[in-house]
């Protein structure tokens, strides 16, 4: 069973799937994620006392309010932790937390992939239709919506097989094209002397 953070982790990097998954290399202590556990309890809690739902829109004054809901797939073999889902008599509207700021007032890449692996899980959980979803951006205060359209759907699903069969046939992938990603990455001292194959 994937989780929907190697959704976004695959975008970022296909490499860390691998390291992760197939060869199990421990994960050194994030002072980051620590301080986004705490930035992301503070979220739910302000949401939690709102009237409304989604910082306030008047459209959601009636919305039903679930925090950190657990989905799960059998059928895909993905599961993962929804940060908050947005209930009302028409929809439901999953919404992912994320701590940095927007890309200039959109969504990036690697969370827009991961929202829809969301939002195809809380389909299949609920029986419904997820038409829209968000992420909010805490540094910049944004709310940048998705729409979600049958062919975003079948990438992500493809995005899904394809992390199910790096791990099942143990294949290595070849690393991001962007440099820049390995700076930060906490598995940066395992993939040394790797080179991406163009």
């Known amino acids: 069973m994937i989780t929907v953070s190697d959704v976004k982790q695959y975008l970022y990097c296909p490499r860390i799937i691998y390291f992760d998954h197939v060869l199990h290399v421990p994960k050194p202590f994030d002072q980051k994620l620590e301080t986004g556990k705490e930035k992301h309890d503070s979220i739910t809690a302000k949401e939690k006392r709102r009237k409304g739902a989604l910082f306030y829109d008047p459209e959601l004054d009636q919305a039903e309010k679930m925090f950190r809901v657990a989905l799960e797939s059998k059928n895909l073999g993905l599961r993962g ?38 939002a195809i899980l809380v389909e299949e ?59 930060d990455c906490e598995y940066s001292r395992y993939c040394a002397g790797h080179q991406s194959v163009d």
Do not use: W
């Open 81 to 118: 932790i929804l940060d908050y889902l947005v209930k009302t008599k028409q929809e439901f509207i999953p919404v992912d937390y994320k701590f940095g700021f927007s890309h200039n007032g959109c969504i990036h890449l690697n969370h827009k992939y991961q929202l829809v692996a969301y």
């Open 125 to 183: 959980n609920f029986k419904t239709i997820v038409r829209r979803g968000f992420i909010h951006y805490s540094r910049d205060r944004v709310n940048a919506q998705i729409d979600l359209s049958d062919e975003i759907r079948r990438r992500t699903l493809k995005m899904i097989r394809e992390i199910g069969q790096i791990i099942e046939e143990e294949i290595e992938p070849v690393s991001t094209k962007n440099p820049g990603r390995c700076i």
